[in-house]
């Protein structure tokens, strides 16, 4: 039984522009709703509730980053089948953006979709990830900017593989 939450939004497909937005407040509070048994797995979001505070990660100058989910460990990210191989895919972890990466079989990674720039989502690119808003452009495995005018990494969200799915650690 599945104890999880996300929905996948897209798939290795570059969604249309959004309006640039503010980095979404991150998880405040543990609004996931836990939805079970629906055959295809897709489950449902709250949407987070206000509050102040909270960014999309933490940045360092040119030092490591991570993404913050109030999501608890072992929360279904995706399932593994649902990320191309040296691809991504958009999915949505306790009501904010993240992109799950498979850069090699086998091998998963998680990021915020949330553009260290000016704050759009990040989409599912050609063998990368993709910026629609000015074209910043990010690496598969580690999230760094490989061109355009982000300033830093996307923040990196710790997964792992459970069975056949992405869970948060
Ligand atoms: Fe992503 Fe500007 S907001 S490149």
Do not use: K, N, W
Request: aromatic content about 2%; overall charge negative; charged content about 10%.
């Amino acid at each position: 039984m599945r104890t999880s939450t996300t929905q996948v939004t897209s798939a290795h497909a570059a969604t249309p522009p959004q309006a640039a937005t503010p980095p979404h407040d991150l998880l405040s509070r543990r609004s996931l709703l836990v939805s079970a048994g629906t055959g295809a797995g897709a489950l449902v979001l709250a949407a987070c509730s206000g509050g102040g505070g909270g960014t999309a990660g933490t940045t360092g100058e040119g030092g490591a980053t991570s993404a913050t989910s109030a999501a608890p460990s072992g929360t279904v990210v995706t399932a593994t089948g649902d990320v191309p191989v040296g691809g991504a895919v958009s999915v949505q972890v306790d009501g904010a953006p993240y992109l799950v990466t498979q850069p090699e079989e086998g091998t998963f990674e998680a990021f915020s979709a949330i553009c260290t720039h000016q704050g759009c989502t990040v989409a599912p690119g050609d063998g990368e990830l993709d910026c629609p808003c000015h074209g910043s452009r990010f690496d598969l495995s580690t999230g760094d900017v490989l061109g355009g005018p982000a300033p830093s990494p996307l923040p990196r969200l710790a997964v792992t593989v459970s069975g056949t799915d992405v869970v948060t650690t």
